[in-house]
């Protein structure tokens, strides 16, 4: 199976600063590629899909990249709501795989 | 409203069963393949199963095949999943997901572009 590693585990940041958040799959999942984000009690929700295309509601300042082996989702300035744990999952392959989640907390 | 709504978690003991159920609305329900998917503390985010929209086609993550049953219920806008020879290591979150279908200009991508509220199952003698 392709195995995702998400980095970092917790990133610690300001709100208006940026983030990024990387995920690396063992093997190339082409751009099959998507991004949740999940909120405490709630469940993911999916914010990114094939890689790079945000799904519906969520604003631009969020947007996704990369391709095979390396992708990064990128909030380019960070405000009270987008503080949440994001997992990015691979669809290219069977069985579909989740990375472990990446948390963003306030600094 | 579109919707999905879990129920039939609870407290089994090991080697139990359980069968999960999932509500759809709001959607054509008999459009899309549909998954349960599963979050714990120690495994995180799981994808267990898939069953197509007609409901000809499944497909199982290891961990659960053979022990796992998904189905579906097109007149009901439902599925089902049937869980026997339950283990402590099936506690979890389990929630059900619609798998959307996008395309953007030549490229088709899939994604859980949504999700019940999720049901607990907890495996404990």
């Known amino acids: 199976e392709i195995v995702m590693t998400q980095s970092p585990v917790t990133l610690s940041v300001s709100p208006g600063e940026r983030a990024t958040l990387s995920c690396r799959a063992s093997r190339s999942a082409s751009s099959n590629l998507a991004w949740y984000q999940q909120k405490p009690g709630q469940a993911p929700r999916l914010l990114i899909y094939?890689?790079?295309t945000r799904a519906t509601g969520f604003p631009a300042r969020f947007s996704g990249s990369g391709s095979g082996t390396e992708f990064t989702l990128t909030i380019s300035s960070l405000q009270s709501e987008d503080f949440a744990v994001y997992y990015c999952?691979?669809?290219?392959?069977?069985?579909?795989?989740f990375g472990q989640g990446t948390k963003v907390e306030i600094k | 409203e579109v919707q999905l709504l879990e129920s039939g978690g609870g407290l089994v003991q090991p080697g139990g069963s359980l069968r999960l159920s999932c509500a759809a609305s709001?959607?054509?329900?008999?459009?899309?393949?549909m998954s349960w998917v599963r979050q714990s503390p120690v495994k995180g985010l799981e994808w267990l199963s898939l069953?197509?929209?007609?409901?000809?086609?499944?497909s199982y993550a290891d961990s659960v095949r053979g022990r796992f049953t998904i189905s579906r219920d097109n007149s009901k806008n439902t599925i089902y999943l049937q869980m026997n020879s339950l283990r402590a290591e099936d506690t979890a979150v389990y929630y059900c997901?619609?798998?959307?279908?996008?395309?953007?200009?030549?490229?088709?991508?899939?994604?859980?572009?949504?999700w019940g509220q999720g049901t607990v199952v907890t495996v404990s003698p």
């Open positions: 709001g959607f054509t329900f008999s459009s899309y393949a």
């Open positions: 069953i197509s929209d007609g409901g000809g086609s499944t």
């Open positions: 999952q691979q669809y290219n392959d069977w069985p579909r795989t």
């Open positions: 094939g890689a790079s």
């Open positions: 997901a619609k798998d959307g279908y996008y395309c953007t200009g030549t490229s088709c991508y899939n994604a859980f572009d949504m």
